[in-house]
């Protein structure tokens, strides 16, 4: 470990990556493989960039996201005089056909912009709704134990209200300048057409094969002829084509009232073994939230991101908070003492997301508080040592509130995708997208899987007698780690960045917003930078790459430590004198600009 060049040398020059990610221990059910799938000259060309570990580099716009064929779609946008708000609806209707283990329809988003025109900071909250008649032992058996959690996802029961469709919209209409319909015009002909399936989807289908095949839509679709599709099979989804068709022509309204709602209600309530809640009128009142965003400091940059009922800027913004009273950048990457700050820093922030973040309609989160300066000192002043903690234990942030929380110890799941885009006006864009666990709850209607992102609530109400903050309640939002981000500097932004992965997405952006700002590195260069995360007590190192050399100094210290596969996607652009794109070499994504 003590030659981190070599390191990111021997990383970046590999030329794909079969990995997994999970943000609990016991599960591994995502495995990926970055696989090239450019079908343009331009596409590979940034391939080859990312490979190389080589930024994008360009002058007016950039774009960074999960599939070539959804960045090709949001780029003929953006070069037709679109914005960033009409380029992401192309990429997000693509990457729902292209990698529609991910994200899609049938989930939801939060979303991160900056207007170039007013200088503004705007976020929107598209993260799904549980449904009305909810009830608070949803996720429990007969006699009160909390259900073994594959045996919660998979069926109806997890499925809440989508919010990605109306999310689009309101983006659209506040910022967008391109006619609705076009934007959904890659996506009807790709669906029409059909893709080639990819190394990463065709694994992902074949480790999943069994929970797919449980339902009969889902089965016909993934796996036609009862086999699991080769890479390189033509893939066509005629029913995404015309659910996409009725949403062009009538905008949300189509999904979330008429035929499309009554079917997403009927394949949920009628799922074999496992039914589920959701009714027609929780499609009919959901509503985007938008929401003041959460900026901390860090040495002299706002790092800025969505709010509760996130946990990603205020979990960032406390381990950022409390590495800024340390010089990492003196430090640098290669020395162990680096790794123990920001490791325990991250224990620390996820010990009080454990207990105080969930959706604050509904409980108050003490925001200000959990990122205070003053705070996130005095938490620091813990780390002033040269060994491990022994426990990370919440605080006591200024709170108005005197409830006594427990802690949440929810699990949170891929799958997820993340868009980046910087657009020729100046503004900028950056929105996490996500289904939850890969391939959702396996329910498919028309053409789009349905999320399961209930199962991020806690499936208990209690604990010890104390309530828990991230308990389910009709209409309620669940907790989420997803943590779409714009860094700046003097009311500009500079960095763009957001990344799928679970609960390990706080690390994972927090990963490239410290080796870009402390270290010098460029985007691709820190996006990928091997990960190295600890959140509950047990310290990931990124299996495969020489992450593994700090093991020993790790443990040294007190650290107990796991190598482990980490499948990132991080997303990220810089802004200066010029745009550069990054792209994470451990997925298939690719950064384009022009």
């Not at 780390?383 to 509130?401: F, I, N, T, V």
């Amino acid at each position: 470990m003590r030659h981190f060049t070599k390191l990111l040398l021997t990383f970046l020059l590999l030329p794909q990556f079969i990995v997994a990610e999970q943000s609990a221990d016991q599960f591994e059910p995502e495995i990926a493989g970055a696989g090239l799938v450019a079908t343009t000259p331009e596409s590979r060309a940034s391939e080859a960039a990312k490979l190389a570990g080589r930024p994008v580099e360009a002058q007016n716009w950039m774009i960074s996201a999960a599939h070539p064929l959804a960045v090709e779609a949001g780029a003929d946008v953006l070069r037709r005089g679109g914005t960033a708000a009409d380029a992401m609806v192309a990429v997000q209707v693509v990457l729902g056909l292209v990698e529609p283990q991910s994200s899609g329809l049938g989930g939801g988003a939060f979303l991160v912009w900056y207007d170039a025109k007013t200088g503004a900071l705007t976020t929107l909250d598209g993260r799904e709704t549980a449904p009305l008649v909810a009830t608070p032992t949803l996720f429990q058996d007969e006699a009160g134990h909390p259900l073994e959690f594959y045996d919660a996802v998979v069926g109806g029961r997890s499925v809440g209200t989508p919010g990605t469709v109306a999310l689009l919209q309101a983006a659209h209409e506040k910022w967008g300048m391109a006619e609705w319909p076009t934007l959904f015009e890659d996506g009807i002909a790709l669906a029409d057409q059909g893709f080639a399936v990819g190394p990463r989807l065709a694994k992902l289908i074949e480790g999943d094969a069994d929970r797919l095949s449980r339902f009969d839509a889902t089965r016909a679709y993934f796996m036609p002829d009862g086999a699991v599709p080769p890479v390189g099979h033509v893939l066509r989804n005629p029913e995404y084509a015309d659910t996409l068709r009725q949403i062009a022509a009538k905008g949300a309204q189509a999904f979330y009232a008429g035929e499309i709602a009554k079917d997403i209600v009927q394949t949920v309530q009628s799922a074999v073994g496992n039914p589920g809640v959701l009714n027609t009128l929780d499609l009919a009142i959901y509503q985007v939230k938008e929401r003041a965003p959460v900026c901390s400091g860090y040495r002299g940059y706002q790092i800025c991101g969505m709010g509760p009922p996130s946990s990603g800027a205020l979990t960032v913004g406390q381990i950022l908070g409390i590495v800024d009273n340390f010089d990492l950048a003196a430090l640098g990457p290669n020395d162990p003492q680096t790794w123990r700050l920001i490791g325990d820093a991250t224990r620390l922030g996820f010990s009080d997301r454990g207990r105080y973040m969930a959706d604050s309609d509904f409980v108050p989160v003490p925001v200000k508080g959990l990122i205070d300066p003053a705070y996130l000192k005095a938490r620091a002043e813990q780390l002033k040592r040269d060994s491990a903690l022994e426990q990370a234990l919440p605080g006591k942030p200024d709170y108005d509130h005197a409830l006594n929380w427990a802690d949440d110890v929810a699990l949170e799941l891929p799958s997820t995708s993340h868009i980046s885009i910087v657009d020729q006006f100046g503004n900028a864009l950056s929105m996490t997208t996500t289904i939850e666990n890969a391939f959702g709850s396996r329910l498919m209607v028309r053409g789009f899987l349905l999320n399961n992102e209930l199962t991020d609530f806690s499936f208990l109400t209690h604990d010890d007698g104390r309530p828990i903050a991230n308990a389910i309640a009709p209409g309620k939002r669940p907790r989420s780690s997803m943590s779409p981000t714009i860094v700046l500097k003097e009311g500009k932004p500079v960095l763009v960045v957001g990344s799928p992965g679970g609960s390990r997405i706080i690390s994972y952006v927090t990963k490239v917003i410290i080796a870009h700002l402390d270290w010098g590195m460029n985007v691709q260069q820190a996006a990928s930078f091997p990960n190295m995360i600890n959140r509950f007590g047990v310290y990931d190192l990124e299996a495969g790459t020489q992450a593994v050399e700090m093991e020993k100094d790790l443990q040294a210290m007190g650290f107990t430590t796991e190598n482990r596969d980490m499948t990132s996607g991080i997303h990220a652009i810089s802004i200066g004198q010029r745009l550069l794109g990054g792209a994470d070499p451990r997925r298939e994504g690719i950064a384009l600009g022009d």
